[in-house]
């Protein structure tokens, strides 16, 4: 059966030197759109007319061994150099796995004029640490029934941002990470959450340790400002049924990232274990 949520590595080789920005989210974002409407133009449509409901899907950053140089990444010949896609939708998942993937315009691609090669596509979690596919049952169930905790360690890979009340935030308070995850849950899994366990959110969970900095991402004239680092959020004054909730929306993280435009960059989020802070 294949999993209802999955995040998809594709690693990418350069056959000559090339130089690009730093920030290439959208860049990469733009071309996984345009590989869904070469495979299936009505497919692509749907993708796009979500209306209210958020995009089914993050792609991230484009990800290299190397230091950037002030605002540019300078890579050698023969480097590698990878990104991830992943999908919360299960119709989505089914159409990237059996259709997209199988039929990609070719090994080469383009990112931001640097030409590239298709190396690798995996979604298996043992060939890379940012691949994985999962169920919606499995995570109610890891959440329910398997080993929740109320200390929730969180590792903000990208930037990661909100906006709340006409106001940016660059940091992820928790009540705007839980309302993030269950809007996004809830647009997309056989199984709702009913929005009232969430609504007062204020003395439930708190942050009890955090080790962050902002960063930026510049598309052109815009610029957002976000979070990076880990963050371990603590559970208060609720039963054990809600804390496995929160645990289980937690781990859904890894596949929805967390607040805004995740569909180019920001957001990359993923359930750590407290001494297992593993880096993009």
């Keep these: 059966m294949l999993p209802e949520l999955i995040s998809v590595v594709i690693t990418l080789t350069n056959p000559e030197p ?9 860049a990469l974002s733009a071309a996984f759109l345009s590989w869904v409407r070469y495979v299936d133009p009505n497919f692509s449509k749907q993708l796009h007319d979500t209306g209210s409901a958020p995009k089914p899907y993050t792609v991230s950053n484009l990800h290299t061994n190397t230091k950037p140089k002030t605002d540019r990444v300078f890579l050698q010949a023969d480097s590698q150099a990878w990104f991830r896609l992943t999908s919360i939708s299960a119709d989505l998942s089914k159409f990237i796995l059996n259709n997209l993937l199988n039929n990609l315009p070719g090994e080469k691609m383009t990112v931001s004029k640097s030409a590239f090669i298709i190396k690798d596509v995996t979604w298996n979690p043992e060939n ?9 049952a499995s995570l109610i169930k890891d959440g329910l029934l398997g080993q929740s905790t109320p200390q ?3 590792y903000f890979a990208s930037p990661t941002a909100f906006h709340s009340h006409g106001v940016h935030l660059p940091f992820p ?12 849950w809830n647009a997309y899994s056989p199984m709702k959450f009913p929005e009232s366990l969430f609504e007062d ?21 815009a610029t957002f400002i976000g979070g990076v680092g880990n963050c371990t959020y603590s559970i208060v004054n609720r039963d054990s049924c809600w804390q496995q909730m929160i645990n289980g929306l937690s781990s859904f993280a890894f596949y929805a990232g967390t607040g ?15 001494d297992d802070y593993r880096a993009l």
């Design 18 to 26: 090339v130089s690009f920005p730093c920030d290439q989210g959208r």
């Design 201 to 221: 959110l204020q003395g439930a969970i708190g942050v009890s340790n955090f080790k962050m900095k902002s960063d930026v991402i510049h598309y052109g004239e």
């Design 173 to 184: 308070r928790p009540e705007l990470a839980i309302r993030s995850w269950m809007k996004n």
């Design 152 to 154: 929730i360690p969180l």
């Design 128 to 136: 890379h640490p940012w691949a994985g596919g999962t169920s919606y």
């Design 260 to 274: 805004i435009k995740t569909t180019i960059g920001l957001g990359q989020t993923r359930r750590m274990d407290q």
